[in-house]
């Protein structure tokens, strides 16, 4: 079975505020996950990737990997109406040939 | 610049016809990937490539068809037995095929029936 799964939202928060995003994954193998964020009509660009449990941060941004929850999560602290996206969770999964499963995607909208 | 280009970046396709969408990267990656993204859906692997002249079918493989004669070209060609072939089709890259390596994506392009 794979299979990540995600809120496809939307999730709206003011402007300012931190929005929390959150994805699970089945396969208890994986080693990589990644983050995309997607506008409307546009390609998926990577955000962050993170391998290990704990946070990555990278300046508004910060990964947060559980693998014994098989959950990682992606916050972004002082959301602007700019971050107004769809954010893909991308997961490689060792039954899968190592190959990436994308969540649903869960829709952000920052409202001014 | 280096990344992944792809087009046409709009398509329209008569029934019965094979069309076929470029991708070009200059990134010198090993790995290509074509996946299809239908709205309000995630991506769904169609087909991959590790190195030239080699390929894989990915979940959603048929109906459609792939070559790797060149590093930097991975053609896609969605051929009539495609029933529903409206979509949004991404190429994508990394620099191997190993699982801690990102994916890069091309700008899509947005295929529709006549």
């Known amino acids: 079975q794979k299979e990540v799964e995600q809120n496809s939202g939307p999730l709206s928060v003011p402007e300012g505020a931190i929005a929390s995003l959150n994805c699970t994954y089945s396969d208890r193998g994986s080693q990589s996950f990644f983050w995309y964020r997607q506008y409307s009509g546009k390609s998926p660009e990577l955000i962050m990737f993170i391998y290990s449990n704990g946070d990555k941060e990278d300046g508004r941004f910060t990964a947060q990997l559980n693998k014994a929850s098989q959950y990682v999560s992606l916050l972004i602290r002082d959301s602007q109406p700019s971050d107004s996206a769809t954010y893909l969770c991308?997961?490689?999964?060792?039954?899968?040939?190592?190959?990436?499963?994308f969540g649903p995607g869960t829709r952000l909208s920052v409202l001014p | 610049d280096g990344g992944i280009t792809q087009s046409p970046k709009y398509l329209f396709r008569k029934e019965g016809q094979n069309v076929t969408l470029s991708c070009e990267q200059n990134l010198n990656h090993d790995a290509m990937y074509w996946y299809r993204q239908d709205p309000g859906q995630g991506l769904r692997l169609i087909y991959y490539s590790q190195i030239v002249n080699d390929f894989q079918k990915g979940d959603i493989a048929e109906g459609y068809s792939v070559s790797r004669e060149k590093k930097e070209s991975f053609p896609l060609t969605v051929t009539s037995a495609q029933k529903n072939p409206t979509a949004f089709y991404l190429c994508?890259?990394?620099?191997?095929?190993?699982?801690?390596?990102?994916?890069?994506f091309g700008d899509g392009t947005r295929l529709s029936i006549l």
């Open positions: 994508a890259s990394s620099p191997t095929g190993t699982s801690n390596q990102p994916q890069h």
């Open positions: 991308a997961v490689n999964m060792k039954n899968y040939g190592q190959n990436f499963v």
